[in-house]
């Protein structure tokens, strides 16, 4: 079975189940006080993992530790394990104590001091919780390192269902109870920190057997010392897009009470793609291609067959999230409020999350496949290469958003209808609201798309950028040959689709699913009448699709 097969099963199930409990914290907090706080709180520990956690250990102790493994030098193998996990625990340690202190200052730097009063309160004291399971979340990250280039994919990426499941456990119980948002935030930021630990405990019999015994060491010599030197510039360019995940955070917090909750409300949904088809197919062929580094002619074939791999279910969910988005989130999120009449997210807010999907959804097919290209680099040891470009996507990404997020906060959704746009007298384009209006609760205003504008931008430039470097590095092109016949039928299944939808005004939930159908049908379709055979991601009649993007 292919590597990315375990993997996209594995990431899938975590995925849906943390999708459950998107929706879950959707319709328990809403987006409001609460909701800002606890996402604004997560952004911590997730900032961390990620930064310091899977990220920069894909990048550095990964394409190590698997060719060892290839070279079946298990002694060196272990060394170098344990010596990562030594070191990487004292780091982790050290910053999550820095965090705890020193929350209040670094909540406000966070939210470009866009929080404060009651909201900041709440988001500093529940930073102090939820960075303790920072530890156990880059532990885990480290057990992934392992699993991975152990070709243990779906084991290694199924653990974080536990994650999720702690916190669903801790919503219903909420709910059920009859807590208040007060209380039930608190309840939530625990259950996180259990889950946090449960996900390591499912973990780690598998990864000490695998090792051969887990006895951490801080020894810098040997190959911990080669995983060390490629370390620094890994967390660099995880940091760039760690960096771009805060400001993010910060633009969103500049703008309407309840936009870092909706903007939370779509990464889910953004994700859920990247993760399953992109990162899992990236994940397993950074293994292949570590194991192959020496062979420039094989790590060129790996790299070709990952994007052609992955650009075709690209298209399909962009097309989808472009065409039926705001489907899709009513049904998801508006529809389960109004059965609990829970919380106070309306169906203006869940039509301003789809726009939000869309303006993402024109850069998965980027996002994805500049994941492949990313990976690529990784194992032939270019790290600096690609945290260079990061700083250029992260650049453009900015700016961007900057420029088209102040305008559209001006226009908001009231009952199905969009209205402002009579309102924006050229003087005032670029301002930003006022305090009395952008404070006030359960509007649904359309700034957090320009965050969705801005990287889809910057995610293009990152994919062109990567595969340019990545062609010089090997030699030849990587191209897929596949972006026209692609581009061509997204294109037919967007404009059809959202053209049904307008005609028929169906109830939300049916809509979603009219929406679903007919993007898979005309895609689909469309690319079977140019020859490609999506499942097998091969094509009859290669002259059919056209030149090389």
């Known amino acids: 079975m292919s590597g990315s097969r375990p993997a996209a099963a594995g990431i899938g199930l975590s995925r849906v189940v943390g999708l459950v409990r998107e929706v879950a914290i959707g319709a328990v907090l809403g987006a409001g006080v609460h909701g800002d706080a606890f996402r604004a709180a997560m952004r911590v520990p997730n900032l961390l993992q990620n930064l310091l956690g899977e990220g920069a250990l894909s990048a550095s102790f990964v394409p190590v530790y698997a060719k060892l493994i290839e070279d079946r030098a298990e002694v060196d193998a272990r060394r170098v394990a344990n010596g990562v996990l030594g070191l990487l625990g004292l780091l982790i340690v050290a910053i999550a104590l820095v965090f705890i202190v020193a929350a209040r200052p670094i909540a406000i730097v966070l939210t470009f001091g866009g929080m404060t009063g009651e909201r900041l309160d709440l988001t500093v004291s529940l930073m102090r919780l939820t960075t303790v399971g920072i530890a156990f979340l880059a532990v885990s990250a480290w057990c992934i390192g392992i699993l991975n280039a152990h070709r243990e994919y779906f084991r290694a990426y199924v653990a974080p269902v536990v994650w999720s499941l702690a916190q669903i456990l801790a919503l219903a119980v909420a709910a ?98 990247v993760s399953v088809f992109g990162f899992s197919i990236a994940a397993a062929e950074l293994t292949e291609m570590s194991r192959a580094s020496d062979r420039i002619n094989v790590v060129r074939g790996r790299v070709r067959l990952g994007l052609r791999k992955t650009v075709l279910p690209a298209g399909l969910c962009a097309a989808a999230l472009i065409a039926g988005g705001s489907a899709i989130a009513g049904t998801l999120y508006a529809v389960p409020n109004d059965l609990i009449g829970r919380s106070s997210l309306s169906s203006d807010q869940s039509i301003v999350i789809g726009w939000t999907l869309a303006a993402f959804a024109f850069g998965l097919p980027a996002t994805m496949r500049a994941r492949i290209s990313q990976n690529a680099l990784y194992a032939l040891a270019d790290v600096r290469g690609p945290a260079q470009i990061a700083a250029v996507r992260l650049g453009v990404s900015v700016v961007v958003s900057v420029l088209v997020m102040f305008p559209l ?137 056209g030149p090389r993007t």
């Open 176 to 273: 059920i109870g009859g807590f208040d948002n007060g209380r039930t935030v608190w309840f939530l930021a625990g259950a996180m920190v259990i889950g946090s630990i449960g996900q390591v405990a499912v973990q780690w019999p598998v990864v000490s057997s695998l090792v051969g015994g887990v006895v951490p060491h801080t020894r810098r010599d040997g190959d911990v010392r080669r995983v060390l030197d490629r370390f620094g510039p890994a967390v660099g360019a995880r940091g760039v897009i760690q960096l771009s995940s805060w400001i993010d955070l910060g633009l969103a917090a500049l703008l309407t009470t309840g936009s870092i909750a909706l903007l939370a409300l779509a990464a889910p949904l953004h994700i859920l793609p």
């Open 409 to 545: 906060d001006h226009l908001q959704w009231i009952d199905g209808s969009l209205v402002g746009l009579g309102d924006l007298g050229f003087g005032h384009f670029f301002d930003r609201l006022p305090d009395d209006v952008r404070t006030v609760e359960g509007q649904a205003r359309m700034g957090i798309v320009g965050l969705g504008i801005g990287s889809t931008v910057a995610a293009w430039v990152e994919f062109f950028l990567l595969q340019r470097r990545l062609e010089r590095k090997l030699g030849g092109t990587v191209a897929s040959g596949y972006g026209l016949g692609v581009g061509s039928s997204m294109l037919l299944a967007i404009v059809v689709t959202i053209a049904v939808r307008v005609l028929t005004d169906l109830p939300v939930v049916l809509d979603g699913i009219v929406a679903g159908v007919s993007v898979i049908v005309l895609y689909v379709g469309a690319l079977r009448f140019q020859g490609f055979r999506p499942r097998s991601g091969r094509r009859r009649h290669p002259a059919a699709v």
